[in-house]
């Protein structure tokens, strides 16, 4: 049975700087994964998808990799601003078909002092 | 970009009654919805999944005959929490899949409290 951790459970770091979100799945094989971001009591909001195939993926400040053989991915958040405080969950898609399901993990809930 | 939307965003009932909660994919049709039920500083638990036309599938430990759920067009599904006591008080989540490009797509989520 898949299972999706991410360590640590909650950050907080200084403004500016530049700080990784871990996430760990216990089966190595995997359709994708995703980086989400909510905001408290709102719903999500995707940020990087990185497909099986794939070893990172970047937005902006973002950047995502995956690393499937040691079941692991990080989330890397440049010069980090006040506005990135809000949990990250990540979410893995079991293999199969882009029609699986999305299994989450319990999240890091992220909060950058100004 | 498509969005989902979901009503109410945050509903207070009594103990014992029914509230329906709605998810619409507003420019996509999804012949699948997903349902999530989220605790205070927890992650997503998928409760069930709805096909368009069809009975959903209930999650291991999801009372169906308490958990309604109906996907009745390619645009909605319902979800009706039948008979609410406190402990059902909780963040409900939908998602909507989109049957063009299989993409997921998830609601802002709708904040239930039953006192």
């Known amino acids: 049975k898949q299972e999706v951790t991410q360590i640590p459970a909650a950050l907080s770091v200084p403004e500016g700087e530049n700080l990784v979100l871990n996430c760990s799945f216990t089966?190595?094989?995997?359709?994708?994964l995703q980086w989400f971001r909510q905001d408290p009591g709102k719903g999500l909001t995707s940020l990087l998808l990185i497909q099986s195939s794939q070893r990172e993926q970047t937005s902006g400040r973002l950047n995502a990799s995956l690393d499937k053989s040691s079941g692991r991915s990080t989330l890397y958040i440049a010069a980090s601003q006040p506005g990135d405080s809000a949990t990250y969950l990540c979410?893995?898609?079991?293999?199969?078909?882009?029609?699986?399901?999305?299994?989450f993990g319990s999240g890091t809930r992220l909060s950058i002092r100004p | 970009g498509a969005v989902v939307s979901q009503h109410p965003s945050r509903v207070i009932c009594k103990s014992g009654t029914s509230v329906k909660i709605e998810c619409r994919s507003l420019?996509?049709?999804?012949?699948?919805m997903f349902w999530y039920r989220q605790f205070p500083k927890q992650s997503l638990m998928l409760m069930a999944t709805s096909n368009e036309g069809s009975k959903a599938t209930y999650e291991q430990g999801v009372e169906k005959d308490k958990f309604l759920i109906n996907h009745a067009s390619l645009t909605l599904s319902t979800l009706t929490v039948t008979s609410a006591h406190p402990e059902d008080s909780s963040f409900y989540i939908c998602?909507?899949?989109?049957?063009?490009?299989?993409?997921?797509?998830f609601g802002p989520g709708t904040r239930l409290t039953v006192t």
């Open positions: 089966d190595s094989a995997i359709y994708n």
């Open positions: 420019d996509f049709q999804a012949t699948t």
């Open positions: 979410a893995v898609r079991p293999p199969g078909s882009s029609a699986s399901k999305i299994i």
């Open positions: 998602s909507a899949r989109d049957y063009l490009s299989y993409e997921q797509y």
